[in-house]
């Protein structure tokens, strides 16, 4: 590990004329966005071991937000029951925005479950400022209205549980999966009949 290399690369002087003064904080410090890697499915454990390494190290200045990409999806289970879980955007992956210096490299590479930063470990890429908004973005949206998670194919057959059709069986006839809509083929009066239904109205027969 050569600490000086990164020490050059990365300690921000707040003479810097390219520095944008929106990513400073109080102490003239830039931080970006890093995606780090982690064990799957240890991505919170991560967050939590990290954040309490950071509390207890005096390091602070150099971090900001720990994020781990998650969206609201609704799944249903054998017997049609429905529940909210969490879905992460990016197993295996945290998002932390910190200054990346000697110290603070140390810091995150020594939290247990990390494996390293995505890109070259000696002079981790940042993540792009439009692709973090987009990120940032999508948990907002996730927030707002949950989704339901696909686990439709076209020709299934489906039986309808809530609405005006409810208790028609029907054929999906195409998937929406950016609304979460389903349009399914019910025969009324010895028609096949397209009608569009969230993904939560049906469930497979």
Do not use: C
Request: hydrophobic share 35%; charged share 30%.
């Amino acid at each position: 590990m050569d600490d000086e290399k990164i020490t050059e690369n990365h300690a921000v002087d707040s003479s810097d004329a390219n520095v944008n003064v929106d990513t400073l904080n109080d102490d003239g410090i830039q931080k970006k966005w890093y995606a780090v890697h982690t064990y799957s499915g240890f991505e919170d454990h991560v967050k939590l071991a990290l954040e309490e390494r950071i509390a207890s190290s005096g390091l602070k200045k150099y971090f900001g937000d720990i994020i781990i990409p998650k969206e609201d999806v609704i799944e249903k289970n054998v017997k049609g029951g429905k529940k909210k879980v969490k879905r992460k955007f990016f197993p295996g992956y945290i998002f932390v925005n910190m200054n990346v210096n000697t110290d603070s490299w140390h810091l995150l590479k020594g939290t247990p479950k990390v494996t390293g930063f995505v890109g070259d470990q000696l002079n981790p890429m940042a993540v792009d400022e439009s692709e973090m908004d987009k990120i940032i973005a999508q948990i907002t949206e996730g927030i707002k209205r949950p989704k339901a998670k696909i686990e439709f194919s076209k020709g299934d057959i489906v039986k309808i549980t809530e609405g005006p059709f409810s208790g028609f069986n029907g054929t999906i006839d195409d998937i929406k999966p950016d609304k979460s809509k389903l349009e399914v083929l019910v025969s009324i009066f010895g028609r096949a009949t397209p009608v569009e239904l969230d993904f939560t109205q049906v469930e497979r027969n």
